[in-house]
């Protein structure tokens, strides 16, 4: 859906033209142009940026927008309220000056700062990114400026399969810009669809070896590497290319859970089980995979762990219990908020989820030092916060709903896959199972008297830059 982004910065600013100069219980303003702005431009150097944004507001008001300094009033407004962390508001206000382009000197300073912004999390990203820099014509920008339109506008070609376009755009980064090799991965992953994994291969391995590559950059081609890997059935090279970045991806505990399957196919099920309970860690609640209660299961089956196995696979319906529920009583997935819970905490749920909370917090910290705006600014803000809140959440409902259903049928699937472990644990508790030649012997870990390694007892506790290195030492029960 694509809506004016210039209304929401620009016309709420002449709604406002019509109110006083001087705020209540606040220095009284002047009511001469030129003092608003000399008012305004010391402040800012003064770091006093309430009063700052005020001035501004009130030049702004003062005069129109084909004023020679109407923008730059605006951008003091817009560094002012953003030096306060109200990042949304100082985006539309840059948005303005760049849509507008009343003022080109100004037009570079404006992308330049929504660069800076979209860097952030909890960004408006239809607005900014899908509504303003997709489709943007701005001539005359700076190279770093030009490269990162042009960046944002080929990704948009190419979410809409417009390969000539996305190539041409691509075409416009300079080859010393960081957005370089970001667009260069893009084309790379858009060409999976062709399915000529060797040609993807090694493009990402060509591009793995870039000099300069952003850390996240990083991240996510070595673990695409790892991912084809793993569909390739060759489990060890995904691991490798996942232990590369485990120490920088330390905020994403999906990684774990591919490196535990991987393990798994690799009969490594000792380490795949530390891996899953690493997963058990505070500091990764928030992760929604319900396979893994699943693997967990069938980890233990393969030690003959018969009994662990059995709790293991139990714990699906402890900690999604609810949705099941839910599920099981045709409760439509609109009204059911466990399942809503759940999906807010998907990878491609998150961003919406990110700009509803963001915009929750960023409004309630408007609201703690609203009165300082005085009041012609502050009632500016609250129009502006108010359609954002608005905005954000009618997002997140839309967006939400395909995740609801995505996790309803994965919650589904690992119930069924669930039910079928209980009944061959039933069956092996009877007969018992041999090894499969194919798999390692274990041998149970001695914890010697002295010595040089120091064993803990585990009671419950994790440490954040250990939990992936977790091995548990289960007894393999299987008779040899």
């Known amino acids: 859906m694509r809506f004016n982004t210039r209304f929401i910065a620009g016309c709420l600013l002449v709604a406002c033209a019509g109110w006083p100069l001087s705020g209540c219980g606040l220095s009284a303003l002047s009511d001469d142009p030129d003092t608003l702005y000399a008012s305004a431009l010391r402040a800012s150097l003064d770091q006093e ?26 951008k003091l407004l817009a560094q002012n309220v953003e030096a306060l962390g109200l990042d949304y508001a100082a985006s539309l206000f840059y948005l303005d000056i760049a849509e507008s382009r ?18 952030r999390d909890g960004y408006d990203q239809m607005t900014l990114r899908d509504g303003f820099l997709a489709r943007a014509e701005i001539t005359g920008l700076a190279p770093n400026e030009r490269a990162f339109v042009a960046y944002h506008q080929g990704l948009d070609s190419l979410r809409n399969n417009l390969m000539d376009w996305a190539t041409e ?19 790379i992953i858009h ?43 060759r489990f060890d090279d995904a691991l490798r290319e996942y232990e590369l970045i485990r120490h ?38 928030g992760l929604i995979a319900p396979e893994r209660y699943l693997l967990e299961a069938l980890s233990l089956e393969q030690l003959c762990q018969f009994e662990p196995a059995r709790i293991a696979a139990t714990r699906l319906r402890a900690r999604h219990g609810h949705a099941l529920d839910d599920l099981h009583a045709g409760t439509p997935l609109r009204e059911s908020s466990a399942i809503r819970a759940a999906a807010r905490h998907r990878e491609s749920g998150r961003a919406p989820a990110d700009f509803r909370r963001h915009m929750r917090h960023e409004a309630a910290k408007f609201a703690e030092i609203r009165e300082q705006f005085g009041p012609q600014l502050a009632q500016h803000l609250d129009q502006i916060y108010a359609h954002g809140l608005q905005e954000a959440e009618r997002r997140e409902d839309a967006q939400l709903f395909g995740q609801m259903r995505e996790v309803s049928e994965e919650l589904l699937t ?40 120091v064993f803990y007892k585990f009671d419950g506790e994790f440490w954040t830059d250990e939990v992936d290195n977790l091995i548990v030492p289960l007894e393999d029960r299987c008779v040899e």
């Open 49 to 74: 940026h309430t009063e700052s944004a005020r001035a501004a507001f009130h030049y702004m008001k003062s005069t129109n927008p084909d004023n020679v300094r109407y923008d730059r009033a605006e």
């Open 102 to 119: 009343r003022d080109v000197r100004l037009v570079g300073d404006a992308v330049g700062a929504l660069e800076r912004l979209l860097r």
């Open 169 to 187: 755009r691509f075409s416009q980064i300079p080859k010393t810009s960081p957005y370089r090799h970001r667009a260069e991965y893009a084309l």
């Open 191 to 233: 060409s999976l669809a062709t399915y000529e994994l060797d040609e993807v291969l090694e493009r990402l391995e060509v591009l793995s070896q870039a000099e300069d590559l952003p850390d996240d950059l990083s991240n996510e081609i070595h673990r695409t590497l790892g991912r084809i890997g793993f569909e390739q059935k």
């Open 248 to 285: 920088t991806a330390t905020d994403d505990p999906s990684l774990l859970l591919e490196m535990a399957w991987s393990n798994y196919y690799l009969g490594n099920y000792q380490r795949a089980l530390g891996l899953l309970v690493a997963l058990d860690a505070p500091a990764y609640s």
């Open 414 to 453: 690992a119930e069924e896959g669930v039910r079928l472990v209980l009944h061959e644990l039933a069956v092996s508790v009877l007969r018992g199972r041999e090894r499969d030649q194919a798999d390692p012997l274990y041998r149970n870990i001695e914890v010697p008297v002295g010595g040089d390694s």
